[in-house]
């Protein structure tokens, strides 16, 4: 497994570029991979994407399994992203409770939802 360069960019300071990646297509993912970012996030929640999906779509980003399953579940786990949304109101309400939360790597806004729930559409 690779190192998460994103986590360790963050770890040090600084930031971090990632892209969204709302279609079940291997070959964009492949695409994106190639471009330097440093994440890409897979979104279900805009878009249709099912479990296949996101497994072909991770073996064409580069990620995966290539060492023994032990090595590779602890390597997993140092290596996870926790990033967290906020998207209304109750969750600017709690914004210091999250950011307080051990673990947390990132922390951004979903605008849209953001702005619906502060009552301003658009």
């Known amino acids: 497994m690779r ?12 930031p971090v570029l990632g892209c969204f990646v709302r279609h079940a ?8 991979s190639l471009q330097g970012f440093d994440l890409l996030v897979y979104d279900g929640e805009h878009g249709v994407l099912e479990t296949k ?10 990620y995966g399994q290539r060492e023994p ?36 790597d990132v922390v951004f806004i979903g605008p849209s939802d953001l702005s619906s729930s502060l009552g ?3």
């Open 3 to 14: 190192e998460n360069h994103a986590k360790q960019k963050l770890k040090v300071g600084k």
């Open 25 to 32: 297509n291997a070959d964009i993912t492949e695409f994106l």
């Open 53 to 62: 999906d996101c497994q072909q779509m991770v073996r064409a980003a580069d």
């Open 69 to 104: 399953i032990d090595q590779y579940t602890q390597t997993a786990n140092d290596n996870n992203l926790v990033c967290v949304q906020i998207e209304s109101t109750a969750g600017i309400d709690a914004l210091q409770e999250i950011v307080s939360i051990e673990g947390i």
């Open 120 to 122: 301003v559409l658009g």
